[in-house]
C-alpha cells in the first residue's frame, strides 16, 4: 500500500554522526566469545548493518545479521568459529 503523499510527516533528521569513533568491539566481549567458540552472542546494542563486517575481517568472527529497520540498523549476532580438526 502506497503511503499518503498528501499529509506531511514532521520529523527532525538524526544528529550528523561523520567524523565521530565508530562503535568498538569490546575486548571483554571479543574474549567472551574467544571462551565460547560456535555460540552465537547477540552485540547489546543494534548497530548499523555494515558495521560488524569489519569486525568479522579483523578478529576471524562469523557474523549474521536480522532485523534490519528503516534506519539501517539491525540485530547482530557474532561468533568464533569451533576450531575443524
Known amino acids: 500500500m502506497d503511503a499518503d503523499r498528501t499529509t506531511a510527516n514532521w520529523e527532525d533528521p538524526p ?4 567524523g ?7 575486548p571483554e566481549l ?3 566469545m574467544q571462551a565460547n567458540p560456535g555460540r552465537w552472542m547477540k552485540f547489546p546494542e543494534r548497530l548499523h548493518r555494515s558495521t560488524p563486517y ?3 575481517k579483523r578478529f576471524g568472527l562469523e557474523v549474521t545479521v ?3 529497520a528503516a534506519d ?3 540485530d547482530i549476532y557474532l561468533r568464533v568459529p569451533e576450531a575443524t580438526s
Request: hydrophobic share 40%; net charge positive; no cysteine.
Open 30 to 32: 571479543l574474549a567472551e
Open 66 to 68: 536480522r532485523k534490519i
Open 20 to 26: 565521530q569513533a565508530g562503535v568498538r568491539l569490546a
Open 54 to 56: 569489519r569486525w568479522s
Open 15 to 18: 544528529p550528523d554522526r561523520r
Open 72 to 74: 539501517g540498523t539491525a
